[in-house]
C-alpha cells in the first residue's frame, strides 16, 4: 500500500509503537470503550416544545425544539403520515456534513417553506433530488430530523469565528448561506482544537446529541421501535449512534464506512473530523466500531464509485463486518453509485427498515 510522501514514515514508526487500526472484538465492551474514548457527552433533551405545525401532500410536520444545555436551541422536525394517530415506527434521520453547515435538517427534510436554492443543489448531487424523510414518513413511520453541533439552528455566528476564518464569508459574488459554508469549512479545524482540549471531540459532541434525540424519539408515546439512517457524515452519526445506543433497534449506514488504513493513501483530506476523533485508531478500526452493535441489525451500502473511499477499503470493511455477525443481521450491499443516497438506495434502505422495525 502506498501513502503520501513522508507519511510513509509515520504510519510505520506509529503503527510499530502505538498500535494502529485494532481488529477489535465488537460488543459492549468496544462501545463502552469507544463512548469514553472520543469523549462523548451524556446529554438529555430538555423542556422540548413544539413551534409550529404543518401539513404537506401525505405528510404532516411538527417543529420541534429543545435545550441540550449549551448553544442555542436544537430545531428538529418530526414527520408523520397525515391523519395518522396510532403508534409508529421511528427512524431518526441523520443529516449529512457536505460541506453545508448553513443547513441541518432542512437537507433531508422539509419544512413549510420549502427548500433553499442551496439545499436543491445539495439534494442533486446526494440524494436523488428528494427530501427522502418525507418519503419515509409518508410510508407509516414518524422521522425525526434534528439540527446537531455545528449546523442549522446549532451553527456557530459568523461573530464568534476567528477574524481569519471569518474572512472567507467575504466573497459578495456568494450567496449568504455559501459565504457561510466557505467559513463554517474551515472553522471546523478550530472547533475540534476546543473540543479536544475540553476532553471531548467533535465527534462526542455530535454522537451526545444523537442519542438525546433518539431517546426522545424512543419516549414518545406514539413511536415503537426506533432505527436510525444517514449517508456521509450522517452514517457516520449512524454508526455512533448505532454502537452507543444498544435501544436503537436498526442502523442504516450510507456512503460512510472504509478500514481506516486504505484512507492513507490520499483519502485523509476529504473528511471531517468527527471520522478521526482523538485516540480512536489505537483502540480499534472503524469497521469494527460500525460492527460494535453486533448481532442487532445493521444495513451499510457502499456505494463502488464512491471518491471518497478506496474501493479496497469499502471491500475491506465489508468483511471485517461480515465475520463479526457469524449468525446474520448483517446486510452489506455495493450499489453502482457515486457518493450519494439516490433513490434506488433510499427505496432498499426504507425496506429494509421497514422489515425491522415493523415486527
Given at each position: 500500500?502506498?501513502?503520501?510522501?513522508?507519511?510513509?514514515?509515520?504510519?510505520?514508526?506509529?503503527?510499530?509503537?502505538?498500535?494502529?487500526?485494532?481488529?477489535?472484538?465488537?460488543?459492549?465492551?468496544?462501545?463502552?470503550?469507544?463512548?469514553?474514548?472520543?469523549?462523548?457527552?451524556?446529554?438529555?433533551?430538555?423542556?422540548?416544545?413544539?413551534?409550529?405545525?404543518?401539513?404537506?401532500?401525505?405528510?404532516?410536520?411538527?417543529?420541534?425544539?429543545?435545550?441540550?444545555?449549551?448553544?442555542?436551541?436544537?430545531?428538529?422536525?418530526?414527520?408523520?403520515?397525515?391523519?395518522?394517530?396510532?403508534?409508529?415506527?421511528?427512524?431518526?434521520?441523520?443529516?449529512?456534513?457536505?460541506?453545508?453547515?448553513?443547513?441541518?435538517?432542512?437537507?433531508?427534510?422539509?419544512?413549510?417553506?420549502?427548500?433553499?436554492?442551496?439545499?436543491?443543489?445539495?439534494?442533486?448531487?446526494?440524494?436523488?433530488?428528494?427530501?427522502?424523510?418525507?418519503?419515509?414518513?409518508?410510508?407509516?413511520?414518524?422521522?425525526?430530523?434534528?439540527?446537531?453541533?455545528?449546523?442549522?439552528?446549532?451553527?456557530?455566528?459568523?461573530?464568534?469565528?476567528?477574524?481569519?476564518?471569518?474572512?472567507?464569508?467575504?466573497?459578495?459574488?456568494?450567496?449568504?448561506?455559501?459565504?457561510?459554508?466557505?467559513?463554517?469549512?474551515?472553522?471546523?479545524?478550530?472547533?475540534?482544537?476546543?473540543?479536544?482540549?475540553?476532553?471531548?471531540?467533535?465527534?462526542?459532541?455530535?454522537?451526545?446529541?444523537?442519542?438525546?434525540?433518539?431517546?426522545?424519539?424512543?419516549?414518545?408515546?406514539?413511536?415503537?421501535?426506533?432505527?436510525?439512517?444517514?449517508?456521509?457524515?450522517?452514517?457516520?452519526?449512524?454508526?455512533?449512534?448505532?454502537?452507543?445506543?444498544?435501544?436503537?433497534?436498526?442502523?442504516?449506514?450510507?456512503?460512510?464506512?472504509?478500514?481506516?488504513?486504505?484512507?492513507?493513501?490520499?483519502?485523509?483530506?476529504?473528511?471531517?473530523?468527527?471520522?478521526?476523533?482523538?485516540?480512536?485508531?489505537?483502540?480499534?478500526?472503524?469497521?469494527?466500531?460500525?460492527?460494535?452493535?453486533?448481532?442487532?441489525?445493521?444495513?451499510?451500502?457502499?456505494?463502488?464509485?464512491?471518491?471518497?473511499?478506496?474501493?479496497?477499503?469499502?471491500?475491506?470493511?465489508?468483511?471485517?463486518?461480515?465475520?463479526r455477525y457469524p449468525g446474520g443481521g448483517y446486510e452489506g450491499v455495493f450499489h453502482d453509485a457515486p457518493h450519494s443516497f439516490d433513490v434506488p438506495m433510499q427505496e432498499a434502505a426504507f425496506a429494509w427498515l421497514a422489515k425491522r422495525l415493523r415486527t
Amino acid at each position: 500500500m502506498r501513502h503520501l510522501g513522508v507519511f510513509s514514515g509515520l504510519v510505520e514508526v506509529a503503527g510499530r509503537r502505538r498500535g494502529l487500526f485494532a481488529d477489535a472484538v465488537p460488543g459492549a465492551a468496544l462501545a463502552e470503550a469507544a463512548r469514553e474514548t472520543i469523549g462523548t457527552l451524556d446529554l438529555v433533551a430538555a423542556d422540548v416544545r413544539t413551534e409550529r405545525t404543518w401539513e404537506a401532500g401525505d405528510v404532516a410536520g411538527e417543529e420541534l425544539s429543545w435545550d441540550v444545555g449549551f448553544g442555542p436551541r436544537t430545531r428538529a422536525y418530526l414527520l408523520r403520515p397525515r391523519g395518522e394517530r396510532g403508534r409508529l415506527p421511528g427512524v431518526v434521520a441523520l443529516h449529512c456534513h457536505a460541506g453545508m453547515k448553513w443547513a441541518g435538517k432542512e437537507k433531508v427534510a422539509d419544512g413549510p417553506e420549502g427548500p433553499s436554492a442551496e439545499v436543491r443543489r445539495l439534494r442533486e448531487e446526494i440524494y436523488g433530488g428528494r427530501a427522502y424523510a418525507g418519503e419515509l414518513a409518508g410510508r407509516g413511520f414518524a422521522v425525526l430530523v434534528p439540527d446537531v453541533f455545528g449546523w442549522g439552528s446549532r451553527r456557530f455566528p459568523l461573530a464568534d469565528m476567528p477574524d481569519r476564518v471569518a474572512a472567507y464569508a467575504g466573497d459578495p459574488a456568494l450567496s449568504e448561506a455559501d459565504r457561510y459554508d466557505a467559513a463554517a469549512g474551515h472553522h471546523e479545524h478550530v472547533l475540534e482544537k476546543y473540543c479536544t482540549l475540553l476532553g471531548t471531540s467533535m465527534a462526542g459532541v455530535v454522537a451526545g446529541e444523537d442519542l438525546a434525540a433518539a431517546a426522545y424519539l424512543r419516549g414518545r408515546p406514539d413511536v415503537g421501535e426506533v432505527g436510525c439512517v444517514g449517508v456521509s457524515g450522517g452514517g457516520l452519526r449512524a454508526a455512533l449512534l448505532g454502537a452507543f445506543d444498544p435501544e436503537v433497534r436498526a442502523v442504516a449506514v450510507v456512503a460512510m464506512v472504509s478500514a481506516y488504513a486504505d484512507l492513507l493513501d490520499g483519502y485523509v483530506a476529504s473528511h471531517t473530523w468527527m471520522l478521526y476523533p482523538p485516540g480512536l485508531s489505537r483502540l480499534c478500526d472503524w469497521p469494527a466500531l460500525v460492527a460494535a452493535r453486533a448481532p442487532r441489525p445493521l444495513l451499510v451500502q457502499y456505494a463502488e464509485r464512491d471518491a471518497l473511499f478506496p474501493p479496497e477499503g469499502m471491500r475491506r470493511a465489508h468483511e471485517a463486518i461480515a465475520r463479526r455477525y457469524p449468525g446474520g443481521g448483517y446486510e452489506g450491499v455495493f450499489h453502482d453509485a457515486p457518493h450519494s443516497f439516490d433513490v434506488p438506495m433510499q427505496e432498499a434502505a426504507f425496506a429494509w427498515l421497514a422489515k425491522r422495525l415493523r415486527t
